[in-house]
């Protein structure tokens, strides 16, 4: 919970931060480069789940990893907040990165390891730690924006430190309760053998890992790589979209897949395509809508003299899950029942629609903007709750279908591809926000209906060919 309140909270300031003024505190960036910068941010997050899963599974457990991840995002947040220099500053948010991509998978573990029967208690634990990383997305982006408001722009960062150290005392002390799960790596068998991999090895190549991205960050740092955030962001989308069609290319060529496997990989990469155009829309949220809210929104509430923080808005998405979760959980199983559940297909289908009718709202809010007039806060909220809407129709559905259809032997490296679509998806936000010019403001109405262009039309292109794709699932339900 401390982690989501500390991660969302700080997001929810980011690139309000990047493009504030230096007289205010900020980095006094222009939108382009702040939107990227936000979307490598979003996108690394995710990818550094990766290294950060085999790090527990291989040489430390999952406990130590979760505790080593929050003291980094500890570390991460205060460098923010004391930094004097842009460079500084984009060291804290790596660090930051290094921890989330410690704690973020390793903490998901332990939970699945504290009940490895399975069944329906999983599934209800799984429910508490989900009502426990929502309130805490929803009380961050509440709590230092307002920091924020009162002490100054870096003060928001600091409380980030702060209640993410509480975050770790308190895991630290109540460990004892999780038993063993999580508290040992596993055993590793090298390839075709029953020789067990030595764990010096395996420390051997996390160092090399290290040392190269040390001399990464020393390169860019006395300027012997030039950091340019946009070409790195479009570089990164071009890496990352080739990372996912090789693995494909490798599954479907080289894997020894049966046809029922095969045919059930073409959902997945249907699945794929979607899950990276979703984000690349619902990720606007901490872009292109929170600089909408910073500036085009009427935030002042008269009778209280009191003008609303804008990251308060990023709370929105957070507080509509707690809300609105169940009552999806609930229409699906009813659904079920009477044999009308929507195949995952067709839910993604539904949640790209759904997405695409919120930029269809904000279309018509940036309408009133471009003839000279703040909108009431009613849009942005309206946005949210119809993204919301879409999320839980596309994001829990995307991971359960990702473990059903990948063979056993494939599911670790399929949730890996899940996370990359996602990493995709941020950073392709980043860059579409980038799009967005505050000294053209009629040309925003335009950009936002192409929004709904391509997800309303693939989301509709998706639900037609629902059926010969469900076809593909075979028995998977």
């Not at 999780?178 to 991999?197: C, F, Q, W, Y």
């Not at 003008?307 to 609105?324: D, R």
């Not at 839910?347 to 695409?356: N, Q, R, S, V």
């Not at 990702?402 to 679509?421: D, E």
């Amino acid at each position: 919970m401390w982690e989501r309140f500390t991660f969302y909270g700080m997001r929810a300031v980011l690139i309000l931060f990047l493009v504030a003024s230096v007289a205010t505190g900020g980095l006094g960036l222009d939108d382009r480069t702040a939107a990227a910068i936000y979307g490598l941010y979003n996108a690394a997050v995710y990818l550094a789940a990766l290294p950060g899963g085999w790090v527990a599974d291989r040489l430390i457990g999952a406990q130590r990893a979760v505790m080593i991840g929050g003291l980094f995002i500890t570390a991460g947040n205060l460098l923010l907040a004391i930094s004097t220099s842009p460079k500084g500053f984009y060291i804290g948010l790596l660090v930051i990165i290094l921890g989330v991509g410690l704690l973020k998978p390793n903490v998901s573990a332990i939970v699945a390891g504290l009940y490895p029967e399975g069944g329906a208690r999983l599934d209800s634990a799984f429910t508490i730690f989900y009502i426990g990383i929502n309130i805490g997305g929803a009380l961050g982006p509440l709590v230092i924006p307002l920091a924020q408001k009162i002490f100054g722009l870096r003060a928001g960062f600091g409380a980030g430190a702060l209640f993410m150290i509480v975050g770790v005392v308190q895991f630290y002390f109540t460990r004892r309760y999780l038993g063993e799960a999580g508290v040992r790596a596993t055993t590793v068998h090298a390839v075709g053998s029953d020789n067990i991999v030595p764990r010096s090895k395996e420390w051997l190549r996390l160092w090399i890992g290290v040392a190269a991205l040390a001399l990464v960050v020393l390169a860019v740092s006395v300027g012997w790589i030039p950091m340019d955030a946009l070409r790195l962001g479009q570089g990164a989308a071009y890496v990352i979209a080739g990372m996912g069609i090789l693995y494909f290319a490798y599954y479907f060529l080289f894997a020894d897949l049966t046809a029922e496997e095969r045919r059930q990989g073409v959902v997945l990469v249907v699945l794929f395509v979607g899950c990276a155009l979703f984000f690349s829309g619902f990720e606007q949220a901490g872009s292109s809508l929170n600089l909408f809210a910073e500036r085009y929104t009427n935030r002042m509430i008269g009778w209280l003299n009191f003008e609303i923080p804008t990251g308060w808005f990023q709370s929105l998405n957070s507080i509509f899950i707690v809300l609105c979760a169940p009552f999806f959980a609930w229409a699906w199983i009813a659904l079920a029942r009477r044999k009308l559940n929507p195949s995952a297909p067709a839910k993604f289908a539904l949640g790209l629609m759904l997405m695409g009718s919120g930029f269809l709202v904000m279309a018509a809010a940036a309408e009133i903007v471009a003839h000279g007039s703040k909108v009431l806060p009613y849009w942005l909220l309206m946005t949210y709750l119809l993204h919301t809407f879409g999320e839980l129709c596309l994001s829990p559905v995307g991971l359960s279908y990702y473990t059903k259809l990948a063979p056993k032997r494939f599911v670790g490296q399929m949730m890996g591809m899940w996370f990359l679509a996602t990493s995709l998806g941020n950073l392709v936000a980043g860059l579409i926000a980038g799009e967005f010019d505050a000294n053209n403001i009629p040309a925003m109405p335009g950009q936002y209906m192409h929004i709904v262009y391509i997800t309303v039309g693939v989301g509709a292109i998706l639900l037609v060919i629902s059926r010969p794709v469900k076809k593909l699932m075979g028995n998977v339900e």
